[in-house]
């Protein structure tokens, strides 16, 4: 029993600091969020890497050509003439294209040979933006931007002092799947690591914005030759040369779809295989941090289990099991209600996803550790298709390739 306490008050400890950067997370989007972005709108280079079809490409897609913003291209860069998306996105052009205050286009950047084909597609389109861009966007094709987004986005750079600013993701199920919700809380965490520490931000490859003078002069073209995670080197990039990361909150997209349990392990293992290879300092705290807390959570559950069932007290392992919980749900909620300023247009689906949020977090952590693990034995990730084999952070190997 003396273990368990002793284990216990680490895990509330930790949970108390958890608490505390829900708290700031949110307090800095409620602070973001009465701020109207500065006037400053360049000519941007919008890209949007797209390969196969996916629940909602359509409307994602659109709300690209739909933003509020004064003059700006979009990109759209597949690896195939015949991928499925090209018909969808030739006919959002056809039919929507004209109300982009600039252009709208197709680049085929064929298949991809020593890196990933997503980086292998960004590597090409950049390359083939308007010579008048000033500034680069990325964005995924499942993200469903809101129509100020490009340029809430794009303001921070008014000031050339800072390297990059990002969004995120916010995953809302659409018809409320287990698996669905699960990793909509599995990713909520990482969301809220995000805030006022532009020192300590990331950028996310879904939703960033950067000076095409920043970008040429770091050569992050040139680095992400034999790479998969675009978003990782661009960070490590940008720290290595103290350029600030400055978060978006307003610039939360929303990603609507469903995923089943196979495609909730692949999507989780994938972004912590990638992390570990990528990022080895954050992978080790997810491991450690996930193995405590699953070994007080769901090992001090069982202990209580045992002792009632032995007729033993149980009462103080209870009440710590109580606090632990109460302090992940309390910091759930807070980090809920914080998103649901900047995605107010999905404020019924966020209502609906707060039982959610209360009662998945600890099998969050779960999952947590089994992406961890699976990372600790092997690199070898699927992505739309693809199977690489991550030999390091600058070598990457394909596999193979669905047809």
Not at 264 to 275: A, D, G, V, W
Request: positive net charge; glycine residues 6%; contains cysteine.
């Amino acid at each position: 029993m003396l273990v368990f306490y002793f284990f216990a008050a680490i895990v509330i400890w930790l949970g108390v600091l958890s608490l505390r950067a829900g708290l700031r997370f949110a307090s800095y989007v409620r602070r973001e969020a009465v701020h109207p972005p500065p006037d400053f709108t360049p000519f941007a280079s919008v890209i949007v890497p797209c390969r196969g079809l996916e629940e909602g490409l359509q409307e994602n897609l659109a709300a690209l050509v739909e933003q509020d913003y004064p003059v700006y291209e979009i990109v759209f860069v597949t690896d195939r003439v015949d991928d499925p998306s090209i018909s969808l996105v030739k006919e959002i052009i056809g039919t929507q294209g004209s109300s982009v205050r600039g252009s709208a286009r197709v680049v085929i950047a064929g298949e991809a040979v020593d890196c990933g084909q997503k980086v292998h597609n960004l590597r090409v389109a950049v390359a083939e933006v308007d010579p008048r861009s000033a500034v680069l966007v990325f964005v995924d094709s499942d993200a469903r931007p809101q129509p100020g987004w490009l340029q809430s986005l794009v303001a921070p750079l008014v000031d050339d002092g800072v390297g990059a600013a990002t969004g995120y993701r916010w995953f809302i199920p659409v018809n409320g799947g287990f698996a669905s919700r699960l990793r909509s809380v599995w990713n909520a965490s990482i969301a809220s690591a995000l805030g006022e520490r532009e020192d300590k931000n990331f950028c996310w490859g879904g939703s960033t914005a950067i000076r095409k003078a920043t970008f040429d002069k770091l050569e992050i073209r040139e680095r992400w030759q034999g790479t998969v995670s675009d978003d990782f080197t661009m960070t490590r990039l940008l720290q290595k040369a103290k350029l600030p990361i400055h978060f978006v909150p307003s610039c939360l997209v929303a990603s609507l779809d469903n995923c089943n349990a196979k495609e909730l392990l692949e999507f989780t293992n994938r972004q912590l295989k990638i992390t570990r290879v990528y990022a080895p300092h954050l992978w080790k705290p997810v491991l450690i941090g996930s193995f405590l807390f699953c070994g007080v959570f769901f090992g001090g559950l069982a202990l209580v289990i045992a002792r009632a069932i032995l007729h033993l007290p149980y009462a103080m392992p209870l009440v710590l099991l109580f606090l632990i919980y109460a302090l992940g749900a309390t910091k759930a909620y807070i980090r809920l209600k914080a998103v649901a300023i900047p995605l107010a247009n999905y404020q019924k689906q966020l209502s609906r996803s707060l039982l959610s949020h209360l009662l998945l977090w600890p099998f969050a952590s779960a999952l947590y550790l089994c992406n961890a693990l699976a990372a600790a034995f092997s690199r070898r990730i699927e992505w739309r298709g693809i199977t690489y084999e991550l030999k390091s952070a600058t070598e990457a190997v394909i596999i193979s390739r669905e047809q």
